[in-house]
Nanobody
Framework: QVKLVESGGGVVQHGGSLRLSCAAS????????TGWSRQAPGKQRELVAV??????NYADSVKGRFMISRVNANNTVLLQMNNLKPEDTAVYYC???????????WGQGTQVTVSS
């Protein structure tokens, strides 16, 4: 069992920055993949960034502006968001996959609002 808790969302102006944090507890040692996805009102959930032991991957819409990193083993993953745009406004969800048994856990989400 893994529990994910996001924090760091809020309201920021166009061009500003925010840093989201995803803290994992429970069987976090079993996590091999952590990602951030977002969902804006009326839109489908979109995968934004992923981090694994093999590296990182980003959606084209955030490349060069967002950076995902792991700060200590598998316990905390950060999403640094720079040069934010109004279209980045969404609820951001952290999710993590474990291998034994295969399962994906989701956090409760944190709201990010970028004003123009």
């Amino acid at each position: 069992q893994v529990k994910l808790v996001e924090s760091g969302g809020g309201v920021v102006q166009h061009g500003g920055s925010l840093r989201l944090s995803c803290a994992a507890s429970g069987s976090s040692f079993n996590i091999y993949y952590t990602g951030w996805s977002r969902q804006a009102p009326g839109k489908q959930r979109e995968l934004v960034a992923v981090i694994t032991s093999g590296g990182t991957n980003y959606a084209d819409s955030v490349k060069g502006r967002f950076m995902i990193s792991r700060v200590n083993a598998n316990n905390t993953v950060l999403l640094q968001m720079n040069n934010l745009k109004p279209e980045d406004t969404a609820v951001y969800y952290c999710h993590a996959r474990i291998s034994t048994p295969p399962y994906r856990y989701w956090g409760q989400g944190t709201q990010v609002t970028v004003s123009s």
